[in-house]
């Protein structure tokens, strides 16, 4: 299992989550995978190397929920 960052910039923000990498992958290719089992982590940060964790307001703005299963 190798973890790595999967990033998104938008509007000045970042977003950051820390995924397993073979069960994205395996995710992207159709394969039955839980969300549950591609996140290393159950959180959203807008700084992964420091761990500081999105706001749930930057999260509702940009994404319109709050759920990191969505966002992911």
Do not use: P, W
Request: hydrophobic share 40%.
């Amino acid at each position: 299992m190798t973890n790595v960052n999967a990033k998104l910039r938008s509007k000045g923000k970042s977003f950051e989550i820390l995924v397993d990498i073979d069960k994205a992958m395996q995710l992207k290719k159709g394969m039955a995978v839980s969300i549950d089992n591609v996140l290393a982590f159950n959180e959203v940060y807008s700084d992964i190397k420091k761990g500081i964790k999105c706001s749930t307001n930057d999260m509702q703005e940009h994404f319109g929920t709050a759920d990191i299963r969505v966002i992911a």
